[in-house]
Nanobody, 115 residues
Framework: QVQMVESGGGLVQAGGSLRLSCAASGSGDAIDVMGWYRQAPENQRELVADSTRGGFARYADSVKGRFTISRDNAKNAVYLQMDNLKPEDTAVYYC?????????WGQGTQVTVSS
């Protein structure tokens, strides 16, 4: 029913920036928490950042000061501004939404940072 659709990934050089977007569709109810996870080859999926409807956010230590999460509740959208990208940020980034006990994942968008 509810689908999360990401966009904005790509290939950038170290020190560059990208902005990821995710929109939830097929839901008439508010999404409690929206956020971003990432998974690099041979690694587990890990939290990057997430945000409540009220704008309270948390970040992985590795991205603090470089990434900024924001959301537009009216559009059921969440964004991730990524600055000063590093090669270790290379991964597939997944949008995640939680509505009560229900969790929905996007299909993922590739972010590649070259050195």
């Amino acid at each position: 029913q509810v689908q999360m659709v990401e966009s904005g990934g790509g290939l950038v050089q170290a020190g560059g920036s990208l902005r990821l977007s995710c929109a939830a569709s097929g839901s008439g109810d508010a999404i409690d928490v929206m956020g971003w996870y990432r998974q690099a080859p041979e690694n587990q999926r890990e939290l990057v950042a997430d945000s409540t409807r009220g704008g309270f956010a948390r970040y992985a230590d590795s991205v603090k000061g470089r990434f900024t999460i924001s959301r537009d509740n009216a559009k059921n959208a969440v964004y991730l501004q990524m600055d000063n990208l590093k090669p270790e940020d290379t991964a597939v980034y997944y949008c995640r939404g939680r509505m009560g006990l229900s969790v929905r994942w996007g299909q993922g968008t590739q972010v590649t940072v070259s050195s």
